[in-house]
């Protein structure tokens, strides 16, 4: 089955610097890829996601890369700041059968004012 | 409109006894997922659903029944419950993937489960 590794597993950041996340896949059906952001004793919420026909895509502040020649894909998070501290999740899925989704171990994200 | 929601937020077990997680939701989505989640190694499915009346085993199955009786709803079992079953669950819902849309997992506020 399909495996998902992320790196690092935590990340200090100074408020407004950038915060990267970088994860790789090991099954290259896989078609979909989204990041969750789960802050402190909450739920996991869906912040961005990025589909394997498409490179690039950005929201505001944020962004998701995709190599899928390499296997991985990676989250940027610009101008930081401390409301963006939390666990931060990426994920793929192999085909759309059961849209099911395999998480990689998570990155927890500190901003320092 | 509440979402997905979970009953109950907190439990402690003893190890053997045995005790059903609720799932409900009110999107009129066809998947249900439950997940647990241990430090450092981000969610795992255990068992999902992709309709009423149907399930299929996730990634760690072992220990865990469930039951989809009602579109709405999505039961996890724990029959005899052990230590290692310590962990959060989540529960979560999504539509089936058609074109662009449907991709989102929608999720539950979680079970903190110990088992003793």
């Known amino acids: 089955g399909e495996n998902v590794e992320q790196h690092p597993s935590t990340l200090s950041v100074q408020e407004g610097d950038s915060a990267v996340i970088k994860c790789t896949y090991s099954?290259?059906?896989?078609?979909?890829f989204p990041w969750y952001k789960q802050e402190l004793g909450k739920r996991p919420q869906l912040i961005i996601d990025i589909r394997s026909n498409v490179g690039e895509k950005k929201d505001q502040r944020i962004a998701v890369t995709l190599n899928k020649t390499a296997k991985h894909f990676s989250l940027h998070i610009t101008e930081t700041q401390p409301e963006d501290s939390a666990v931060y999740f990426c994920a793929a899925r192999v085909g759309a059968a059961g849209n099911k989704l395999t998480f990689g171990g998570g990155t927890r994200v500190l901003v320092k004012p | 409109n509440a979402g997905v929601t979970q009953t109950p937020k907190f439990r402690v077990l003893k190890t053997g006894q045995s005790m059903t997680l609720l799932c409900a939701q009110d999107m009129n989505h066809e998947y249900m997922y439950w997940y647990r989640q241990d430090p450092g190694m981000g969610l795992r499915l255990i068992h999902y659903s992709v309709g009423e009346g149907t399930t299929a085993k996730g990634e760690v199955p072992d220990g865990y029944n469930v039951s989809r009786l009602k579109k709405q709803n999505f039961l996890l079992g724990l029959e005899s419950a052990a230590p290692s079953q310590t962990s959060v669950y989540f529960c979560?819902?999504?539509?089936?993937?058609?074109?662009?849309?449907?991709?989102?997992?929608?999720f539950g506020p979680g079970t903190r489960l110990t088992v003793l």
């Open positions: 099954d290259s059906a896989s078609n979909y």
């Open positions: 979560a819902s999504s539509s089936p993937v058609s074109g662009t849309s449907g991709n989102t997992q929608y």
